[in-house]
């Protein structure tokens, strides 16, 4: 019985270490491909980009002259009756 339990937990074990090391040599397989195609590759594909336009400055309302004459007779008549 003891022997039964041993080589299923040795089984259990390689098992374990033979996926661990698959997974390993998957991603450094993985890396070495995208370090080979960066290898070869110009470093500035792909990332120049025209400058875009700076956008015209902002251009603050002005009132017009009738504009700002109501406002100032509003204020001359709330500034009268307070």
């Known amino acids: 019985m003891v022997w039964k339990l041993l080589v299923t937990w040795l089984i259990v074990v ?3 270490i ?3 090391r ?3 040599q998957r991603r450094d ?3 070495r491909l995208q370090a080979a195609r960066f290898a070869v590759t110009p470093h500035y594909r792909g990332s120049y980009r025209e400058p875009e336009p700076a956008p015209p400055p902002l251009r603050r309302p002005t009132l017009s002259a009738a504009n700002r004459a109501f406002l100032q007779d509003f204020i001359d008549r709330a500034n009268t009756r307070g």
């Open 22 to 24: 698959d997974e390993r």
């Open 14 to 16: 390689a098992t374990i």
């Open 29 to 31: 397989l993985r890396l």
């Open 18 to 20: 033979w996926f661990v």
